[in-house]
C-alpha cells in the first residue's frame, strides 16, 4: 500500500474507532492488511497532525483536529513556500523558504500526479521522484504555473 492510501486508512481508523495507543493502530491497520513498522506508524501520526485528547478511564485517543484540512492544498501553499526549482535528470529540486519543505513534499505527494513516485523533504529543498526523465519538465511546468498564476 502507498502512502497516501495508507494515511486515509489511518485517517478513517481514528475518525471510526476509539484508538488509544501505537499499538492498538498499528493492530488495526494489520487487520486492513496494512504492515507497518513503529517508526513509520509514528511519522504517519505526526504527519497527519493527529492529536491525543482525554478519552474514557484516563487513557486518551486520537483525533484529528478540527482545524485540519484532509488534504493539503498545493495550489495554496505553493506560492507561499516556492524559491526555485530544477531539474537534473528525473529528478527535480525545488527549494522553498527556510521550514516549508515538509509542508510542501506532503502536498505534492497528496496530489497523487502518476508522474511523481515520491517526494524526499529537508529543511528548505524537496526532491521530486519523477518516473520518467520525459515527464520531468512537465511537473517542473506544472509548479511554475501555479506559482505564476498566484503572483501574476
Known amino acids: 500500500m502507498n502512502k497516501k492510501k495508507r494515511l486515509k486508512t489511518i485517517l478513517e481508523l481514528v475518525k471510526n474507532h476509539t484508538v ?10 494489520e487487520e486492513k492488511g496494512v504492515a507497518v513498522t513503529q517508526t513509520t506508524l509514528s511519522r504517519d501520526i505526526r504527519e497527519l497532525r493527529l492529536i491525543k485528547v482525554p478519552g474514557t478511564q484516563n487513557a486518551g485517543q486520537y483525533r484529528v483536529p478540527d482545524d485540519w484540512d484532509s488534504k493539503p492544498n498545493l ?3 505553493l506560492p507561499s513556500l516556492f524559491v526555485s526549482v530544477e531539474s537534473a535528470c528525473n529528478l527535480l529540486v525545488v527549494k522553498t523558504v527556510n521550514g516549508g ?8 505527494d497528496w496530489e497523487g500526479w502518476p508522474e511523481v513516485m515520491g517526494t524526499v523533504a529537508g529543511e528548505d529543498t524537496v526532491f521530486v521522484a519523477v518516473s520518467d526523465e520525459k515527464k520531468t519538465e512537465t511537473v517542473r511546468d506544472r509548479l511554475l504555473g501555479m506559482v505564476s498564476v498566484s503572483r501574476s
Do not use: F, R, W
Open 75 to 77: 495550489t495554496n501553499i
Open 101 to 108: 519543505a515538509a509542508a510542501l513534499a506532503y502536498a505534492i
Open 20 to 29: 488509544t495507543s501505537h499499538q492498538l493502530l498499528g493492530q488495526l491497520l
